[in-house]
């Protein structure tokens, strides 16, 4: 895959990355980066994610062959169905965004005639935010979920898991809802139980705090903004995860009560062989 | 502080650790590891954490002028009890265990004349084992509790803090109840937290899972055995710590169910500020 001009929505952390491994892998030749803020896009720019940095959306839009929205999940379908009618046909669209059935909801059926938007989710990233944290090799044998639905062009879909592996990544096709219920277990959910982990320390606990601790809580560090619109576009999932979750606890928790250690044993060597069986 | 014959009980990886830096730094002249498999202790001595294998408590006991007892919680007590009536007077015992109140209760006042145990308990410590994992700077600017009872000889006290800081430790001294219900907060309850994320992922979606996944259960691969024995002996303050953390699951819940961004947004910017307080 060769692109002329590459436009990412939103230099962070994320369009950073891509900016950074697009540059470095050769698969764009000039990258325009997408923001409201100049500074933050001159960042982006002194840190070499980007060639050009542009404020307005639409002509950023009109001048790119692929664009790549890597911003909060709440403005991704806005932003999109903002930028396309100012696209060429021909002009492939995707995203970033950690969840996917609400962004697609809001889009299909509404994309100009021959400009495609393909869903997608890198598996990557970190609790740090903006393009100071951009590393050109983020997507290297990560995970890209890329969406297929009923209504998704097929050499769309292939020139999206193109990108995505010409930035280092592997790709699998999932449907957007189980992309979301999946998610709701391996990210969501946890953001969730790590939040409130972090806020029940006493502050006067804080120093008896060690790694374990600081690793069980390291993601609650992330921007409040951005995972309060994932905890909206994916509720109902998150909020079913949860209820396996309390169950679980619950398990332990009379385990406890009732003093049955051969019970906690088994919890504890069940947990360790799930936690084993995902390596580092 | 210049010890000349440490006894290391239990050499895994605080055991291993606590040999390698008393090495490394030069305060015993000559370390006894005590264990149960010569295989292991070999390993230890290979790895350079202890001069000495045995395997017979009682003679190495006879042989410390200072005794650190680095088993699983469930164990100390007794091979505290079992070792002291072969120790010359003078002789200080310690440990590194994870829970404090349940030992010192059946170790204090059943000690012989003239030796002290007082209890400790380094926060360091990772979910790996076994001395291939011991680190000579384990201990490097990390906190370790030092505990307090009515019944403490103060000068054994005073030796005890030294021992860890002349192993790199910043030391605290505390009472063994408040160190029990502090760590149920910074420790034991994460811990059940962590182990119950883990199981509750459905094998199914282990690809799907990133570094915040793994971040958050990190611990749960942690030795079954040793967890459940502290879960045994703390288990009121984990049982106290799990129903606060259930309160605080449920507003985040409620806010969810009633599609209250704000709260959302209020709770996770909590979470971020106390995150943050924490540092890496």
Redesign the interface.
Known sequence: MRIRTLTIVGVGLIGGSVGLAAKRRGLAEHVIGVGRQELSLERAKARGAIDEACLDLTTAAHKADVAVFCTPVDLIAEQVLAAAPSSRPGTLFTDAGSTKAAILEKVEGRMPEGVAFVGSHP?????KKGPEHADANLFEG??T?VTKTARTDTEALARTADFWRSLGSRV?VMNPVEHDE??A???HM??????????????E?????????????????????I??AI??QN?EA??A??D???N??SS??RA??N?D?PG??E??????E?????G?
Chains 1, 2 share one sequence.
């Open positions: 598996l990557a990233g970190s609790e990560r995970l979920i699998r999946s998610l277990f391996t990210s946890p953001h969730l139980v790590s939040a409130a982990l972090a806020s029940v320390l006493p502050a606990l804080q120093d008896l705090t060690a790694s374990g601790f600081r690793d069980t809580t390291r993601i609650a560090a992330g921007d409040p903004a995972w309060s905890f909206a509720r998150i909020l995860a949860v396996r979750l309390d679980h606890i332990f928790r406890l009560e003093g250690w906690v044993l919890l504890l060597t069940r947990a360790k799930a936690r084993d069986a995902l580092n």
